[in-house]
């Protein structure tokens, strides 16, 4: 049967999910891209069938919405084969200083990275269960690892620090159902998540953090995604993949 994606922050055209699907598509994936910003999604859905993509969908949702992601997930689930991969890539950023964040702004980043996470994951966790077999790729990003120091602030640190006891909970209670769930901790990956307010020069000052002297690309990250959907990472469960130019060692 053909394998189906359904990936989050899809949309955008320089992004990680958009990378991510056009990756799958390559391997004959059926893909389903679900994204606030629906041109973007259509825009990816057709790059997928230029790519080799069998079957596509796309759908706005906002994962902050219950209602809007069962939707999204359901019309998703009733257009392409079952889902048997799930990546979980929509997120949002903000370089606000602590001292600066409003209850509003704080409320934002964990209701897109956090609630997002878990509330299309339950969404599409049930048929994961029912078949016996999924994969769940989570992104988490080296600032929730080290504390910021990249672009995000204290709120996108502790939403990707959370993200990390999701994963690791969930793989513990998918726990002999045939699921695995990891997440991927990237450096910095050159997309539009800054919103054009990192400089060339601070780019550069980051590559040089790193052991191979570069940013991530989007290819980097998807690449991983699709390795921890591959039989090869078959035993992976709970883990989180540093894709990060070997920056914590430097
Ligand atoms: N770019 C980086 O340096 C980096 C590093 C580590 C982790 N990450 C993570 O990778 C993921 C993708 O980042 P990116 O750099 O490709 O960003 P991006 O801004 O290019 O893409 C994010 C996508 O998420 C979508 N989105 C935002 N809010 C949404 C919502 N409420 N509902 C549905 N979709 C929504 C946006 O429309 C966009 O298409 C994010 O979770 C981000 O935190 C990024």
Known sequence: MTPTVLITGGGSKRGIGRATAL????????VAVLDLDDAGAEETAREATTAGSPAVFAAHVDVTDQSSVTAAVRAAEAALPPVTVL???????????????????WERIFAVN???????????????????????VNMSSVSGQRGGG??????????KAAILGLTRTLARETE???????????SMVDTDITQGAMTEE????????TLLGRLA???????????LASP?????????IDVNGGSHLH
Do not use: C, M
């Open 176 to 186: 002999g159902q045939g699921i695995t769930v990891n997440a991927v901790a990237p």
């Open 150 to 159: 990249v672009f995000g602030a204290s709120h996108y640190a502790a939403s």
């Open 87 to 105: 990546a979980n890539i929509a997120g949002i950023s903000s370089p606000t200083r602590f001292e600066n964040i409003t209850l509003e702004e």
């Open 23 to 30: 990756r799958f598509a390559a391997l004959g994936y059926a």
């Open 114 to 136: 956090v609630r997002g996470t878990f509330l299309v994951t339950q969404a599409v966790l049930p048929g994961l269960r029912e078949r016996g077999y999924g994969r769940i």
């Open 232 to 240: 090869d990472a078959s035993y992976l469960t709970g883990a989180t």
């Open 202 to 209: 601070r780019k550069a000052e980051l590559a040089a953090t």
């Open 217 to 227: 690309t989007p290819a980097d990250v998807a690449g991983t995604i699709v390795f």
